[in-house]
């Protein structure tokens, strides 16, 4: 079972996707983002997030993701954060703001 410790140096923040094309070098269909998160710079994500999202969609549209952990390689692609969605049949649904914040916005 997860400890609180495992979770310290994790944070979810509000980022903006500045960039998206499809990572054809992924096992599964993915986009390749490039998102701003303010203070923490740009990071990198590659999301299983075709079936509802294209990429020439997603430039200016907030994300909510996971920040902090160790980077991973996913079909070659550096990856940095885990960007959150609901899980449908249909596919992942990217969670949504009500109104836009400031990049790298903590979510409490």
Do not use: C
């Not at 140096?9 to 096992?27: C, I, S, W």
């Not at 075709?50 to 991973?72: K, S």
Request: proline share 8%; no cysteine.
């Amino acid at each position: 079972m997860p400890t609180i410790e495992d979770f310290e140096g994790l944070a979810v923040r509000v980022g903006t996707v500045l960039r998206a094309e499809p990572n054809t070098t992924a096992r599964d269909a993915a986009l390749k983002l490039w998102i701003d998160f303010g203070d923490l710079g740009e990071l990198q994500s590659s999301a299983k997030i075709t079936d509802h999202y294209r990429p020439d969609e997603l430039p200016g549209r907030q994300v909510v993701a996971v920040t902090g952990f160790e980077p991973m390689r996913i079909g070659g692609f550096r990856s940095d954060v885990l960007v959150l969605g609901a899980l449908t049949p249909d596919g992942v649904v990217l969670l949504n703001l009500d109104s836009p914040v400031e990049p790298g916005s903590p979510v409490g």
